[in-house]
């Protein structure tokens, strides 16, 4: 049961945390919600060890619902896939526990973000480890919760609060088509579980396939913050830092990618959606990215770079380079991350300032985090040879490999622009942050357990690449290779140097655009363009006003005109006119004996009148 | 001459006319402190009558040269009869006495009405029928105007006596038309009679007679008014002897007698179920006065009740039989708690007077919530199976609008029912409401509540005793 | 009697009978009514003689014309009875209405009654209708309606003393 | 030999208890009080008894009492329970003393009378659900109004009369055409002397079609109304916002049921030509009622309102898996009875507790009180999410369970359904945000005190229920399984047929 | 027996009516009540004549009854009369309107 000890651990971590709240000591608290997670860690890394990895080890723990021929039970699955997940959840979960614990001591409510934190650790070990989709839903929206709660977890600051809310509930407006998706696909193939999807795969009809798959990525587009459901992450930067790093860099917004890349015999198999799914990952990659570039708060810089990357993971998916798009979530796992609690520790520096317009000069003061996110800046615009070089360099590869000169031609280009656009921005955020101007009041550096975090990162974010580069032997895409049966790709097909070159120029040529563009706290607005990419190309209006205004006015015309008036006015009318019939009845009553003897009269003549001559 | 088997046959009506006369006669010679005396022989007499009822059972179809029958039917509606009058007579004894109305008078005139009550159950000839119908009328005219110096009391005699004078003459044309036809008053004859137009018109102006009694729309008109006029305990008598009467004088008549004319007779009485059902629910919806609103509540009950004569079968003849029975206790039942609540010394008629009276008297409160969710027809009440009975004849008997709108017009009647309950429970105590009433009343308003409760639990053995009905109709 | 004699008898008795019911409901003061009421009444004693019912026609005056009508008149001069319908009437509709129901009542007797047809009248005996004949029904078949009449008769008493006695 | 009637008990303690405090001196409160909860919390150690002697794995009445009521008018005292009932059963045993606890705050006057009506609806309920002939199910079905009534008109707020009236006029109006429908299948079922108002008896063998087709609509009419499936539930709004705290609890998470119940017990079995023909609309009207119920939610202002124009939404799922007619439909829509009582109970017992403490139930009255009780806000967000249907809570299975069954009948209604898992997010999380977070906003602030430990209590089988059926559902799954199984069997005969 | 009954029949219907109409029109509690006596007299005839058609003497026995009710009803009703008259000073039935509704 090893492999249940692995969710169990920051489950208890969260029941401790949770029912202590207010009990235990912060420092208690601390060490149950940061030695839970380094636990998992542990229990992880030895899990992945063992050889029943890598035919996939099943741990089914209880029959959960049986109903007629609908039968599952919840069972954990350990295999090449979910190890690499397993590892980035618990390894850079537990080290944003670490920083955690220094970035919130101050807060009065410590227990409750433990527990928060830790739930979601838990949380997200369920989407990874699940071994039936069903077991992943409750995972996915497990999660989705974990991040509702932390968003908001300053819930007395209403923006806060109402981010909280707009995540779930956008995320649930995917996760209601992943439900449909799901609940056609057991129908249809008769199961949920990994194990038998592969096979049953096969048996479903064409359309069928591509109606469920299709529905799945709807439900990813809103986890993974695509085109059209991306407008809550964005959001979601009300809540804390170290939160922002996690769940909405490294490891909740992937859970679309890894889901994806889960039901990979469904998608592979089905004809329209792997090219719906490239097309929107190239499209949100860049259309993020742009909106990135006029981005003043440093954390929204980084969320829309999210976006932007997650659309790269997409694209790679629906190119069908399933090793590549898990390569760079992992990497992106890394230097996101990294970068995220850079500006953590700038927010924690300036007293929660983000506003890039209220920093500036700060890498001197803070030399610790101007490093990581350098690092991290470098990583994400694929320079050479940080990690996400040779993870980005790869999907671009492989996307123009799948092209074959094709239409999605134009995907691989979407991707290229994209790596150009992503220096830029990234460059403007580190100049404005960190570059020319004067620090305002007196930054001070973050204390250790903020440092080693950002540390540690940032060596992972350079080396990181060694997971899939060809000199390191590539031990993690090879292992991915096996795990989706994909021939590996050997340097024999190595692809032309122009196309290897290409991507780590575009990034350096940002860099240098970037920097002559904002260098000296010059901030161009770009013009018409940054118009256009203030208002989200055009979604931004479109959204607030016609959709979630439009349905606000529809709801509350039905519950004032439909259900008062009509509805309820119908059961109301009808029992006026009853009461209305009652006092027609009741005048009848006059008083008068001669009317009486009239009625009665008269009701003889009715009487004998209908008898005789009916 | 009658023979000696004849004579013990109409041993209860003997014994109720009898103690008439001595109460009558003896309460010359009380002093007014021991009136009370009265009450005790009128009650010892009417139970004593209901044994002999019950006693003598079925046996005799035929007495008197076919004039009158002990069957089935005469035992039930008889116990019904008596059994109202008894629970009335304990309802009035308190207020009579009170308002120093004549007790001599007041309760020989309630066991004559009661004994014409028994003798339209027991009557097969129409000029019996008659007789009984003006031996249940005239006391109760009598009775409606008995606080005679009263202008409401006075009037409500008056509007009871000058209608009931009227309707009375289309009866007995009625019974000249059939006598033409037939050239007999015996209802023996009449059952073998071939039809015919005349005999149509004769039917039919019986008809209106009985109709005026039972209070069926539109020969209803009088019964608000009277009721509301006539003082109270005479109001909740008139309520249940009138009915019992009447019904019993068309159970014997339609079910019992013109079974070969059913397909003509049976659509009439229909219509006029609807009519009474509609029009009393409605015209009660809006009412004030609590004697008022039990006016219209008896038309309205008078229709559910017709329902079974309509479906002129025997199960809609035992169901009407039930249901004036389970009838009888819940109308007296709110009549008694009526009677209890008082204002200022005088009957406290309004709805309005009633409001918080659950905090007063918890114990009365409920008993009268237990009598509207009765009347209004909701279970674990006898009300609720007297309405499973009458509906489930009418539809055995295909008569299936009958039963949609009587179900349709309970509803409705649960508005003004349960508005009276609400009423009790909710609120402060009006100023100078006081509770009224003795032993008896109290005596009668458990009865009541208890018949209601435990003959809507467990009503078998009842129904058991009401199937006699049936029997007597083939 | 011979046929024509009764004819003439009873177109004289029905006419007066006539007469008398109109001057009942059109009198204005109510003496008139009730001596038209009395006209009605001996009419029909008439009628009755023609019709072979001698014990009734006695009764009929007896009771009805020389107890009844005499009561009515007691009461009308006790009560110095105006006719009470000199003020305008609260019932404007009254008049046509009763009027119009009254007269499709009568067409709706009429169609029943007037039919032709009936059976010929049977011949009857030199008892029939004699105080005899109809005392030993009432007394053996009729016997306990009759009974039930004297009860009927001394509610009535009750009801004089009752309501007769003056406010206390 | 006859057997224990352990039914019969279970039916009449409450009752009993009803009597018992009755007798109790009024201004004794305290022993009114927990004499009352006495008598509930004995019909729950009942109601255990019965779910412990229950076997799974038979479609057959169980613990069955079978004896003659009015034998003359062919109607049976006759009682037994199945996979179907058991649930409700039980369902209504735990809420009961839950809902008498919370009288405790929620109700100061006439105490005595408010538990003798909630005791006396206990019975009432029980006896619906485990009723089995159809004049005795009949008289509780109806008996059902009357202590519900009282508890909305007399400790109601302040349009009571109206709510009350409404409430009980809109039910017994749908009610009465069932009777007359009861009527006539007892006169259907057979020669004169041999008729029978036996559930067995009659859904052994269903009337023919035209007349089933009328039956139907009356019973459905009855259900509907009670459930209440939309356009018919305007009655559940004003009835739920005007009701007592504990008056709410029951009706939300009991008294709905027996019309859903209603459905399973009655419907199918008895009309299963005409439920096959008509289930579309039903169905339809389910999913109409789903959104529908959704939305407005969203729109209402005061707190008790929004959770009773959710029941409507909810119960739209229970109705739609109802007449998915198929084994995930109709054990979805089982479970989703019981889940919809446990968490729209809490979370009209969480608004009672914010009632009880500022008299108000609007939600602008209110913000922040997560940051004065923060307790209470996990309690509630728990509830919430359970309504919410979040995986891991009792609501999700049966939600996902009715999707499922739904799907495999029409997919079209689980599409058009899923929009209601999108709704119930927007009200409650709207509602959440509302009263929960932002800076503290309520006016009496010094009265927004955390819960008490008896408030706590209310909380804890609820919760315990709540993780308990969404991570175990097999415990009620299971045993009613053969039930529905038959159930559906039995459906899908007709179906197979009506196709021919 | 020249004259047939019918004759008889319809002079009965005739005088029937003619009181019906009475009680409808006339707003004298004295008139009304007499209306009602022509009413009841003119049933008396119709069983008279109808007995004298069947040569059956039922009929006359009824109308002995019914004269005794007739008495009974004028004992009654004068007496109601009166009382009315003592208090309120007026016979006119239009006047007697209390109650209503």
Redesign the interface.
């Known amino acids: 049961m090893n492999l249940a000890l692995i969710v169990a651990l920051p489950l208890a971590g969260w029941l401790l945390n949770a029912l202590g709240a207010g009990r235990l000591s912060r420092r208690a608290a601390g060490l149950i919600g940061v030695g839970s997670v380094g636990l998992a860690f542990a229990a992880s890394l030895a899990a992945v060890q063992r050889p029943e990895v890598a035919s996939g080890w099943r741990v089914v723990l209880w029959e959960w619902i049986a109903a007629g021929d609908f039968r599952l039970s919840f069972g954990l699955l350990l295999d090449r896939l979910s190890a690499v997940m397993v590892l980035v959840v618990t390894g850079v979960g537990f080290l944003i526990h670490v920083y955690s614990a220094g970035y919130m001591g101050g807060d009065p409510a410590y227990s409750r973000y433990f527990a928060y934190l830790n739930l979601f650790i838990a949380s997200m070990l369920v989407l990874v480890l699940g071994d039936t989709l069903l077991a992943l839903f409750v995972g996915w929206e497990l999660v989705g919760l974990c991040s509702y709660l932390l968003i908001g977890f300053w819930f007395d600051r209403p923006s806060a609060a109402a981010a909280g809310r707009k995540a779930f509930v956008v995320n649930r407006i995917g996760d209601a088509a992943f439900l449909l998706g799901m609940i056609f696909l057991a129908l249809s193939a008769g199961t949920l579980e990994f194990s038998r999807l592969a096979e049953a795969a096969g048996t479903l009809a064409p359309a069928a396939l591509t109606v469920i798959t299709l529905l799945l990525f709807a439900g990813a587009t809103g986890k993974s913050a695509q085109l059209p459901l991306y407008t809550w992450l964005p959001d979601a930067m009300e809540g804390p830092t170290p939160v922002s790093a996690l769940i909405h860099a490294a490891t909740m917004v992937t859970a679309g990618v890894y889901m994806i890349a889960r039901l990979h015999p469904l998608f592979t198999e089905a004809a329209l959606t792997p090219t719906v799914v490239a097309v929107v990952g190239a499209a949100t990659a860049l259309f993020a990215a742009t909106i990135a570039l006029v981005q003043w708060d440093l954390k929204r810089v980084l969320a829309y770079s999210t976006i932007s990357q997650l659309g790269y993971m997409f694209l790679a998916m629906g190119v069908l380079a399933m090793p590549a798009g898990m390569f760079h979530l992992t990497t992106h796992a890394f230097f996101k991350a990294l970068l995220f609690l850079a500006a953590g520790s700038v927010m924690h520096a300036m007293g929660g300032v983000i506003d890039m317009r209220r920093l500036g000069g700060l890498a001197r003061p803070l030399r610790w985090t101007t490093w990581g996110f350098l690092i991290g800046a470098l990583a994400l615009a694929g320079v050479p040879p940080l990690a996400g070089f040779f993870s980005k360099d790869l999907i671009l590869e492989r996307s123009f490999e799948a092209a074959r000169g094709g239409p999605l031609l134009a995907v691989w280009l979407l991707g290229l622009l994209t790596a150009f656009v992503t220096a830029v921005y990234i460059t403007r955020a580190a100049v404005l942050t960190f570059g020319s101007g004067e620090s305002h009041g007196h930054p001070h550096e973050a204390p250790p357990l903020m440092r080693w975090p950002i540390a540690v990162l940032a060596v992972l974010s350079v080396a990181g690449g060694a997971l899939g580069a060809y000199a390191a032997g590539r031990p993690l895409l090879v292992s991915l290779e096996g795990f989706f049966e994909l021939e590996a790709h050997e340097p024999a097909a190595a692809p032309a140097l122009w196309l290897r070159l290409i991507t780590p120029a575009a990034g350096l040529l940002g860099i240098a655009v970037g920097y002559a563009l904002y260098r000296g706290r010059r901030a161009p607005r770009l013009g018409w363009l940054g118009t256009v990419f203030e208002q989200h190309w055009g979604l931004a209006p479109l959204y607030d006003r016609v959709i979630v205004g439009g349905a606000k006015r529809i709801g509350q015309d039905l519950a004032d005109v439909i259900e008062l008036r009509v509805i309820d006015g119908a059961v109301n009318g009808l029992a006026a006119a009853?009461?209305a019939?009652?006092?027609?009845?009741?005048r009848?009553?006059t008083?008068y004996?001669r009317?009486?003897?009239a009625?009665?009269l008269?009701?003889?003549v009715?009487?004998?009148g209908?008898?005789?001559l009916r | 001459?009658?023979a000696a088997a004849d004579l013990r046959m109409?041993g209860p009506e003997m014994l109720v006319?009898g103690t008439?006369?001595l109460v009558?006669v003896w309460a010359t010679f009380l002093p007014p402190q021991r009136q009370h005396l009265l009450r005790w022989i009128s009650a010892a007499a009417l139970a004593a009558a209901l044994a002999v009822v019950l006693r003598l059972g079925t046996g005799a179809a035929s007495a008197?040269?076919g004039?009158?029958a002990r069957d089935g039917l005469t035992v039930v509606l008889q116990s019904a009869a008596l059994l109202g009058a008894l629970l009335a007579l304990a309802l009035a004894g308190a207020y009579v006495e009170r308002s120093?109305l004549?007790a001599g008078?007041f309760y020989?005139?309630l066991l004559?009405a009661a004994?014409g009550a028994m003798?339209m159950a027991g009557s097969r000839?129409l000029?019996?029928v008659?007789?009984?119908l003006?031996?249940l009328s005239?006391?109760l005219?009598?009775l409606a105007?008995?606080a005679?110096?009263d202008?409401?009391s006075?009037?409500?005699?008056?509007?009871y006596?000058?209608?009931g004078?009227?309707?009375?003459?289309?009866f007995?044309?009625g019974?000249?038309?059939i006598?033409?036809v037939t050239?007999?008053?015996a209802l023996a004859r009449l059952a073998g009679s071939p039809g015919g137009?005349?005999l149509?018109?004769g039917v039919?102006?019986l008809?209106?007679g009985l109709?005026?009694k039972a209070a069926l729309?539109?020969?209803h008109?009088?019964s608000?008014?009277?009721y509301?006029?006539a003082p109270l305990p005479v109001t909740a008598y008139m309520s249940v002897i009138a009915k019992i009467g009447a019904f019993a004088a068309l159970l014997r008549i339609f079910p019992g007698t013109l079974t070969a004319l059913a397909g003509?007779?049976r659509g009439?009485l229909a219509v006029l179920s609807i009519l009474t059902m509609v029009?009393g629910n409605?015209?009660?919806?809006?009412?004030t006065s609590l004697k008022?609103l039990l006016a219209y509540s008896s038309i309205a009950h008078a229709g559910f009740i017709l329902i079974g004569v309509a479906a002129g079968s025997g199960r809609g003849a035992w169901a009407v039989a039930f249901y004036l029975l389970g009838y009888t206790f819940m109308t007296l039942g709110a009549f008694a708690v009526a009677l209890r609540v008082t204002r200022g010394g005088e009957e406290a008629d309004a709805i309005a007077d009633l409001t918080g009276l659950?905090?007063r008297s918890?114990a009365l409160a409920a008993a009268m919530?237990v009598f509207m969710?009765s009347l209004a027809g909701?279970?674990?009440t006898v009300g609720?199976?007297g309405k499973?009975?009458v509906?489930?004849a009418a539809?055995?008997a295909g008569q299936?609008a009958l039963?949609?709108v009587g179900?349709?017009a309970?509803?409705?009647s649960?508005?003004y029912y349960?508005?009276v309950?609400?009423t009790m429970?909710?609120g402060e105590p009006a100023a100078g409401i006081a509770f009224a009433g003795d032993r008896w009343l109290g005596g009668a308003l458990l009865a009541a509540a208890v018949g209601v409760l435990v003959l809507g639990v467990f009503?078998?053995p009842l129904?058991?005793f009401v199937?006699q009905v049936a029997q007597a109709l083939r | 009697m011979s046929g024509a004699a009764e004819v003439i008898l009873f177109g004289a008795a029905a006419l007066g009978a006539l007469a008398g019911g109109v001057g009942i409901i059109a009198s204005r003061a109510p003496v008139r009514s009730a001596l038209s009421l009395l006209l009605v009444l001996a009419c029909l004693a008439v009628l009755y003689l023609l019709l072979a019912a001698q014990f009734i026609a006695v009764l009929q005056v007896i009771i009805y014309a020389g107890a009844i009508v005499v009561l009515f008149v007691f009461v009308i001069m006790l009560l110095h009875a105006r006719s009470g319908e000199a003020s305008p009437t609260k019932l404007p509709h009254q008049r046509p209405a009763g009027l119009v129901l009254a007269a499709a009542f009568l067409a709706?007797?009429a169609?029943?009654?007037a039919?032709p047809g009936?059976p010929a009248a049977a011949p009857v005996g030199q008892e029939f209708g004699t105080a005899q004949a109809v005392g030993r029904m009432l007394f053996?078949?009729?016997?306990?309606?009759f009974e039930?009449?004297s009860?009927?008769l001394?509610?009535?008493i009750?009801?004089a003393?009752?309501?007769g006695?003056g406010?206390? | 030999m006859r057997a224990f009637p352990l039914l019969s008990i279970l039916i009449f303690l409450p009752l009993a208890g009803a009597v018992v405090v009755a007798l109790l001196d009024?201004r004794r409160e305290a022993a009114v009080r927990w004499t009352a909860l006495a008598g509930a919390l004995l019909a729950l150690a009942a109601a255990l008894v019965v779910f412990w002697r229950f076997a799974p794995g038979t479609a057959a009445l169980q613990l069955e009492e079978h004896t003659?009521?009015?034998?003359?008018?062919g109607i049976g005292y006759h009682l037994g329970v199945d996979g179907i009932s058991l649930p409700l059963v039980l369902l209504t045993a735990v809420i009961m003393p839950l809902a008498l606890l919370s009288s405790w705050s929620a109700v100061g006057d006439?105490i005595?009378?408010f538990s003798v009506a909630m005791l006396a609806l206990e019975t009432a309920l029980l006896g619906t659900f485990l009723s089995l002939d159809l004049?005795l199910f009949?008289?509780?079905w109806?008996?059902v109004?009357?202590p519900m009534?009282?508890i909305i008109?007399?400790w109601g707020g302040p349009r009571?009369?109206y709510a009350?009236?409404k409430f009980?006029?809109y039910t017994?109006?749908g009610s009465?055409?069932m009777?007359?429908a009861i009527?006539?299948l007892?006169?259907s079922s057979g020669a004169a002397g041999a008729r029978t108002f036996d559930w067995a008896v009659l859904a052994d063998s269903p009337v023919a079609m035209p007349l089933q087709a009328w039956l139907f609509g009356a019973f459905a009419l009855a259900f509907a109304i009670k459930v209440p499936v939309f356009p018919l539930h305007t009655w559940l709004p004003d009835a739920h916002t005007e009701a007592p705290t504990p008056g709410s609890v029951v009706l939300a998470a009991v008294l709905l049921k027996m019309g859903t119940y209603g459905f399973l017990r009655f419907l199918l079995p008895l009309f299963p030509e005409a439920t096959v023909r008509f289930a579309p609309l039903m169905a339809g009207l389910a999913v109409a009622g789903i959104l529908y119920g959704g939305i407005v939610s969203w729109a209402q202002r005061d707190m008790k309102r929004l959770v009773a124009m959710s029941s409507v939404s909810h119960l739209g799922f229970v109705t739609l898996g109802a007449f998915a007619l198929t084994v995930e439909g109709l054990q979805g829509s089982l479970l989703q009875m019981v889940n919809h009582g446990i968490s729209t109970g809490g979370l009209f017992l969480l608004v009672g507790v914010l009632y009880d403490r500022t008299h108000s139930r609007l939600m602008a009255d209110y913000g922040g009180v997560a940051a004065l009780m923060p307790r209470f806000a996990a309690v509630s967000l728990i509830v919430v999410l359970s309504s919410m249907a979040l995986p891991g809570t009792n609501g999700f299975v049966g939600e996902f369970l009715v999707l499922l069954g739904a799907f495999r009948a029409a997919p079209v209604y689980a599409v058009l359904a899923a929009g209601g898992v999108i709704l119930s997010a927007v009200y409650l999380l709207w509602m959440v945000q509302q009263v929960f977070h932002g800076p503290v906003a309520v006016v009496q602030r010094a009265k927004v005190v955390e819960l008490s430990a008896r408030e706590l209590v209310l909380f804890v089988p609820l919760i315990a229920l709540i993780f308990w059926i969404g991570l175990f559902p097999g415990t009620l799954l299971s045993r009613s399984e053969a039930s529905i199984q038959a159930l559906v069997e039995r459906v899908q005969r007709v179906q197979v047929e009506v196709r021919r | 027996m020249t004259v047939p009954a019918v004759w008889y029949?319809a002079l009965s219907a005739v005088l029937?009516t003619m009181?019906?109409a009475g009680?409808l029109v006339r707003r004298n509690?004295l008139v009304?009540?007499m209306s009602?006596e022509l009413?009841?007299n003119?049933?008396n005839l119709?069983?008279v004549a109808?007995?004298r058609?069947?040569g059956?003497l039922?009929?006359q026995?009824?109308v002995f009854?019914?004269m005794v009710?007739a008495a009974?009803?004028v004992v009654?009703?004068l007496a109601?009369?009166i009382?009315?008259f003592r208090?309120?000073e007026t016979v006119d039935?239009d006047n007697?309107?209390?109650?209503?509704?």
């Open positions: 009853v009461a019939a009652g006092g027609a009845a009741r009848l009553q008083g004996v009317t009486y003897a009625v009665l008269a009701g003889t009715l009487l004998l209908y008898w005789l | 001459m009658p109409l006319a008439a006369l009558l008197f040269s004039m009158y120093h004549d008078e020989a005139l004559a004994l003798v000839d000029i019996m008659f007789l009984g003006e031996t005239i006391p005219y009598v105007a008995f005679r110096t202008l409401r006075q009037e409500a005699g008056m509007k006596f000058l209608l004078a009227f309707s009375t003459t289309f007995l044309y019974i000249a038309l006598y033409g050239g007999s008053t137009p005349m149509r018109a039919g102006l008809l209106v109709a005026f729309v539109p020969f008109a009088w608000p008014d009277v509301e006029g003509e007779w009439i029009l409605l015209a009660a919806l809006r009412q008022r659950a905090s918890p919530a969710v909701l279970p674990p609720f199976v499973l009975y509906f489930t539809l055995e299936n039963a949609i179900v349709l309970s509803v409705v649960a508005y349960l508005r309950a609400y429970f909710t009503p078998s129904t058991v199937q | 709706l007797l169609a029943v009654v039919l009936g053996t078949t009729y016997v306990l309606p039930l009449a009860m009927v001394i509610v009535g009750v009801a003393v009752v309501l006695r406010p206390r | 009024r003659l009521w009015i034998p003359a008018a006439r005595k009378e004049v009949y008289v509780f109806d008996a109004l009357i009534y009282f008109g007399v009571r009369a009350a009236f009980i006029l017994a109006a009465a055409l009777l007359v009527i006539v007892f006169l | 029949l029937f009181g019906a009680v509690a009304v009540f009602i009413m009841l003119a049933v119709s069983f109808f007995a058609q069947a059956a039922e009929g026995v009824t009854f019914v009710i009974v009803e009654v009703g109601i009369i009382a009315i208090s309120r039935i007697v309107d209390l109650l209503r509704g």
